[in-house]
């Protein structure tokens, strides 16, 4: 079945340094890829998501590729800061209908951020 | 718009004791879902429905029961609670299914904690 392997945590980072969070899936043909963030206390926001190989999703600074070649999708961000501390998640979601796979999204383990002032 | 809201927030049951979850969203979604994080575990799929009037099992449905109210509403039942059901669970929603090109984003709700003495 599909599955997402996540860096582990925690991660502590000083502001302005640069982040990456490793990501690497198993699952059949194409999944659709996707990081959310959990910030203390709230639920999951969709960060950014990429839906074919070699499509890169960006938002608020952060960046992923969809690397077919290596399945990975790893997060990074040039200059991070103490807003960015919060839970990221990595994601797919399969697109074989039979399998059942197309209709949830399978989830790593969460990495913990924290960025120091 | 609220997006996806769930009720209660916080809850305490004892062992054998029943309650609700409930979730509603507001943005016209024909799937919904619920999860359960646990600690180091990601989130795992309880239960979810693809569209109105259909439910089917996730990846850990033993302990539940949902109900589709209709479009909005999708309730997550515990019969008879049990200390390994204390987690943190989140409904979520989605335009569509995979295989229909930017609709399987999933919103999720803010969460319910949930412990089982």
């Known amino acids: 079945g599909d599955s997402v392997t996540q860096m582990e945590g925690p991660v502590t980072l000083s502001e302005e340094a640069f982040l990456t969070i490793n990501c690497t899936y198993t699952?059949?043909?194409?999944?659709?890829l996707f990081w959310y963030v959990q910030y203390p206390g709230e639920g999951l926001q969709l960060l950014l998501k990429?839906?074919?190989?070699?499509d890169k999703g960006s938002n608020k600074g952060f960046e992923a590729t969809y690397r077919k070649e290596t399945t990975s999708f790893h997060l990074e961000k040039g200059s991070v800061q103490v807003s960015d501390s919060a839970v990221y998640f990595c994601?797919?979601?399969?697109?074989?209908?039979?399998?059942?796979?197309?209709?949830?999204?399978?989830f790593g383990s969460g990495t913990q951020l924290t960025v120091l002032p | 718009n609220a997006g996806v809201t769930q009720t209660p927030k916080f809850q305490v049951l004892k062992t054998g004791q029943s309650m609700t979850l409930q979730c509603a969203q507001d943005m016209n979604h024909n799937s919904m879902y619920w999860y359960r994080q646990d600690p180091g575990m990601g989130l795992r799929l309880i239960y979810y429905s693809a569209s109105e009037g259909t439910t089917d099992k996730g990846e850990v449905p033993n302990g539940y029961n949902v109900s589709r109210l209709n479009k909005r509403e999708f309730s997550l039942r515990l019969e008879s609670a049990a200390p390994s059901q204390t987690s943190v669970y989140f409904c979520?929603?989605?335009?569509?299914?995979?295989?229909?090109?930017?609709?399987?984003?999933?919103?999720f709700g803010p969460g319910t904690r949930l412990t089982v003495l």
């Open positions: 990429a839906t074919k190989a070699d």
């Open positions: 699952a059949t043909g194409y999944p659709s």
């Open positions: 979520a929603s989605s335009e569509g299914i995979s295989g229909s090109t930017g609709k399987d984003t999933q919103y």
């Open positions: 994601a797919l979601r399969g697109l074989v209908i039979s399998s059942g796979s197309a209709r949830q999204l399978t």
